[in-house]
């Protein structure tokens, strides 16, 4: 067979994800604080892009209930106007002032006349002690009161500030700058002894010594290696560290175990001193460290609303306020394109739009497919919206997505990070997907969610004197109709944080 050049026609498909898809793919599955970061983001950088101000302005989505899932962006004529005062002369004479105000000077400024008045000093300071306590001056407006807030001291340097009274060498101070550093963020002292003193160059006894004089700072409890290292230092620092309470924080492990009897025997003490030392223990703080690495706690914005509507069914909205305002300025770029100088500045003019087109579009694409996801789930769960959890009913991503017409991936991108409020609570769209458990009787099957929760309500109901065991518990609950195995349920037990029946059976007949 010879072999030579020769010219072949072929056809074929293939994705290709553009820069468009991936950016809208990228907002679908953004939490709405990241979507807005992302935006901020996008109005420091393109220049077409503003916030929409206006009080009734709705973002991308103008219209975000179920009945009407319209969305307008429309270009605002006053906002392009707003650099209109960029182009008139600059004119600072009282004439050019009241020409533009179209008033006189006095009538706009009635205290000032376009002169610099003369001021008496005498008076001005009468002026001044007449005045009350309570008055501010104009400029005083334009203070940033969160400028005067003092900032938060962190565990480290409030250490730091107290090196001085623990240590005196210079040698010391670098160690003990050393020991700060591996403090974890409840104060405790994560290190290997040896290998930390191998790393510092002095022995083992030396670093003892320097940790010994820091576990004397405040708070008290710092720079402990354990649990009961910590309370040890507390009860030092109460005067309360006596044999028997030695004996309690060396065997704190029976504590949380609740076997009392243990406890008792081993420290040698009757049912009311070992109650009352219980209670010194609930008093100590196993986390001396935890006070000064405060962070300020998001609390959760709902995406959608969920209200009854006056039919008997539900009615879903978008939630306006976190979906972000931004317009694209057209007449901006009419005006700048204009007087490009050349072709490579047009090409960014040109991308920029382009780009903030895409972005508003991909903003209202999101807000739809919110809604129209949230709608589906709302009306999948109508008995859980209307009884309550018993009767959430299982569902998987496949169901809505065939019911709306969307691929799986793109039902799951949008419900990451996405909650919606209910008569019933706020609650993450991902909630709502559960796995089927079968039912016994051959009926329908059960929610997995909805048998954690009847799980939690025997347990919650058992009686102390009988405690419900796995197997109990799978009685119970195929008689209930659900064929649940014993390994699912000390799975879904867990899941809940619940202990054992062993341990509740020590918890619930010792509750001290």
């Not at 004479?93 to 008045?117: C, K, M, R, W, Y």
């Not at 959608?304 to 300025?329: C, I, M, R």
């Not at 309500?457 to 009685?475: F, G, T």
Request: glycine share 4%; charged share 25%.
């Amino acid at each position: 067979m010879a072999i030579g050049p020769k010219l072949e026609f072929r056809q074929s498909q293939q994705l290709v994800m553009t820069p468009q898809l991936m950016q809208a793919i990228k907002l679908l599955q953004l939490s709405n604080v990241d979507l807005i970061a992302h935006v901020n983001n996008e109005l420091e950088s393109n220049p077409f892009l503003e916030r929409d101000e206006s009080p009734d302005g709705a973002g991308p989505a103008a219209d975000t209930s179920t009945t009407e899932n319209t969305a307008e962006t429309s270009d605002s004529a006053a906002d392009a106007q707003e650099g209109d005062w960029l182009k008139n002369e600059l004119e600072t004479t009282p004439e050019a002032i009241s020409g533009n105000l179209d008033s006189e000077l006095s009538n706009v400024f009635p205290d000032d006349n376009g002169e610099s008045p003369s001021v008496d000093p005498i008076q001005q300071k009468a002026d001044n002690w007449q005045a009350p306590s309570h008055t501010t001056s104009a400029a005083s407006s334009d203070y940033n009161l969160e400028a005067f807030v003092a900032a938060e001291v962190s565990l480290s340097e409030h250490l730091q500030e107290q090196l001085g009274f623990a240590v005196t060498s210079s040698a010391d101070t670098l160690i003990a700058h050393q020991l700060i550093d591996c403090l974890d963020e409840n104060g405790y002292l994560r290190i290997d002894s040896t290998e930390m003193a191998n790393r510092l160059g002095v022995s083992e006894q030396e670093l003892e010594r320097i940790i010994r004089a820091l576990q004397g700072l405040d708070p008290v409890g710092v720079f402990a290696r354990d649990l009961s290292e910590c309370l040890k230092l507390q009860l030092v620092e109460k005067d309360r560290f006596d044999p028997a309470m030695q004996t309690l924080v060396e065997n704190i492990e029976l504590l949380a175990l609740r076997d009392l009897a243990k406890l008792k025997r081993l420290c040698k003490v009757d049912d009311e001193d070992l109650k009352d030392m219980i209670l010194e223990i609930k008093e100590l703080n196993p986390k001396p460290g935890a006070a000064f690495n405060t962070e300020v706690t998001q609390p959760v914005v709902p995406d959608a609303f969920v209200h009854p509507s006056s039919d008997g069914g539900w009615t879903v909205e978008l939630n306006t306020e976190s979906l972000p305002k931004v317009l694209v300025n057209q007449s901006y770029y009419s005006e700048i394109s204009q007087g490009s100088k050349n072709d490579k500045e047009l090409a960014y003019f040109t991308d920029s739009l382009q780009t903030a087109n895409w972005l508003i579009r991909s903003l209202d694409q999101r807000a739809r497919t919110i809604l129209k996801v949230s709608s589906e789930i709302v009306r999948q769960q109508d008995g859980f919206l209307t009884y309550g959890v018993q009767h959430l009913r299982p569902m998987n991503l496949r169901v809505v997505a065939d019911a709306i017409g969307m691929h799986e991936s793109t039902v799951s991108r949008v419900t990451s990070n996405k909650y919606i409020a209910t008569p019933r609570g706020i609650f993450e769209l991902k909630y709502f997907f559960s796995a089927a458990i079968a039912s016994s009787e051959g009926g329908e099957s059960h929610s997995a969610e909805s048998v954690r929760y009847r799980i939690k309500q025997l347990i919650d109901a058992e009686d102390p004197k009988k405690i419900l065991s796995d197997d109990a518990l799978v009685k119970i609950l195929k008689n209930d109709g659900v064929d649940i195995a014993r390994r699912t349920v000390a799975k879904y037990r867990e899941a809940l944080k619940i202990s054992s029946s062993v341990q509740r059976r020590r918890e619930k007949n010792n509750p001290t």
